[in-house]
C-alpha cells in the first residue's frame, strides 16, 4: 500500500519501490481498499528484498517491526527511517467478518496515507535509525 499511496501521491518528488524480507504475495483485500480511494494497486507484486539490492537508494523506510529489525545495512549514503504500521493480514486474521477485516486494512491505508502526505519532508525532521 505505500509504493501505491507514493506514486500516487508523491510521483514528482519520490520514486518508489518496495520490498521484503519475506515477501507473502498481493493482498486482495489491500488490492481492494487501495481501489477504494483511487489508486490502484492491482499491477504491482510483492518482490524479496534482493530483487533491488543494486539500486542506490537515498532512503530506505521499514514499515512493519520485523522489517526493522531484520533490515539489512545499505551501503553509501543510504539512510534507514522506521515508522512502525500494524499488519494487515495480521489484524485481518482476527476478523469476524469480511467486513471486519476489510476495516483493518482501511485503518492501516488511511495511516500509510497520512505518512506518505509528509514525505519527503518527514525524514528529514526524524532521526535515522543506526
Not at 6 to 32: C, F, M, N, T, W
Not at 62 to 87: S, Y
Not at 96 to 112: F, K
Amino acid at each position: 500500500m505505500a509504493e501505491g499511496w507514493a506514486r500516487h501521491l508523491k510521483a514528482d518528488s519520490i520514486e518508489a519501490y518496495s520490498a521484503g524480507i519475506d515477501p507473502q504475495g498481493l493482498s486482495d483485500k489491500a488490492v481492494k481498499v487501495m481501489a477504494e480511494v483511487g489508486v490502484d494497486i492491482s499491477h504491482q507484486r510483492s518482490k524479496h528484498l534482493d530483487e533491488q539490492k543494486a539500486i542506490p537508494f537515498d532512503y530506505v523506510v521499514t514499515l512493519c517491526d520485523e522489517a526493522h529489525e531484520q533490515c539489512p545495512i545499505f551501503p553509501g549514503k543510504t539512510r534507514v527511517f522506521h515508522m512502525g504500521f500494524d499488519d494487515p493480514p495480521q489484524l485481518a486474521a482476527q476478523a469476524r467478518s469480511e467486513q471486519e477485516a476489510l476495516d483493518c486494512y482501511r485503518r492501516v491505508r488511511d495511516q500509510i496515507n497520512a505518512f506518505v502526505s509528509a514525505l519527503p519532508e518527514s525524514l528529514t525532521s526524524k532521526p535515522a535509525t543506526e
